[in-house]
């Protein structure tokens, strides 16, 4: 295993120096399609092992959510500093045949603006996993506001699972947190979702304090009446407009107070996953919860990103960022780009400090990094 901490002691420098002998010595980058026969874990400096990669493809959007995008006055990025899919697949590939990441997931900004989805996902299926010498897991986050026009073609591409947003069952409340008066199209699409055979389909609701917290049974119930997940999500301080304060989160742990008040529930084991998941003893289903302020889960960090423009980030909070955009449209080689993803992952750090005097805001915000 391949551990990326700076040296700290000469007998410790000495052994990353054997370390590095030894992988000087493999063979550099791989011929396209060509599949690779070993790879290493890509290990940080806390000994946690990076096997996640979240690629936003773009910036934009069909909604404009109070909680992530102002409501007018966006900046967006120009069309040609967009990574193309050719672009996207290559980062991929590298990351899934030298390190073995085991799942991709899209996002955005919202996913499905970009014209010939399917196309640029069944590019990600052929990439072969060298840890089970399959395809990889492709995911998606979507608001699902045009879903039921994708559903199939996506799924047909090789898409395996998706999350869909919603933040409120009621109408008019959902037009006031999105902006946008789609609900009805959204819950077209979480049917789409179902119908099209995506399983599991997780359903993410941000929670936020005196505006939608009076919801969560109600999100229950919906979740065990479709059969989907309720994953709900504490609100970070990602919105673009800086009006997180911590007195409008709702908790993870009043979010299963109130559930568990309705439903007999029990907790099930966490593995590396950011959300703790609860079922519901009479077998109904399941729910989660993404306690990313309250209980951070930075220990169990498994995640890089990806942005619509190519820069490369450790953390959702990440302050320092690394532009992987140079090397791929000025001819860079795989052991290049890898080189550059190393250093990243060397620098990640043990995690955020919502919350804290110390915590500094990163400029981005949560479209522009990639939720
Ligand atoms: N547009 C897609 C969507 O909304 O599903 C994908 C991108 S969105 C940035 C990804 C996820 O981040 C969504 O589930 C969204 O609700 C969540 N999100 C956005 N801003 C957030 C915030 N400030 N705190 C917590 N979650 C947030
Ligand atoms: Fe768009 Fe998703 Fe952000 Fe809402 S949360 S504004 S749907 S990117």
Known sequence: MRTLRPPVSIKEKELLAKIGDKLNNLPS????????????????????????????????????????????????????????FEEITRIARICVERWGFDGIRLTGGEPTVRAQLPRLIAKLKEIVSPVTNKEIEISMTTNGATFRLLAHDLRDAGLNRVNISCDSLHRDRFYEMTRRDQFERVMEGIDAAIEAGFAPIKLNVVVMRNVNDDEMVDFATFGREKGIQPRFIEFMPLDAEEGWSLDKVYSADEIVAAI???????????????????????????????????????????????????????????????????????????????DVIEQAVGKKWAGHSIGNVNFIRPKRSMSQIGG
Request: hydrophobic share 30%; glycine share 8%.
């Open 260 to 338: 568990s008040s309705v439903y007999p529930i029990e907790a099930i084991t966490k593995g590396s996953e950011p959300a703790t998941v609860y079922r519901y003893l009479d077998g109904k289903g399941s729910f989660g919860v993404i306690p990313s302020v309250t209980k951070p889960f930075c220990d169990s960090c498994d995640r890089v990103r990806l942005t619509a423009e190519g820069k490369f980030r450790t953390c959702l909070f990440a302050i320092e960022e690394f532009d992987l955009r140079p090397l791929l449209r000025e001819g860079g080689s795989d052991q290049e780009i890898a």
């Open 29 to 84: 980058g791989l011929a396209p399609g060509q599949q690779s026969d070993h790879y290493e874990p890509l290990v940080d400096p806390f000994n946690r092992v990076v096997k996640d990669l979240r690629i936003s493809i773009t910036d934009r959007c069909n909604f404009r959510c109070t909680y992530c995008m102002p409501q007018e006055g966006m900046q967006w990025i120009d069309r040609h500093e967009i990574l193309t």
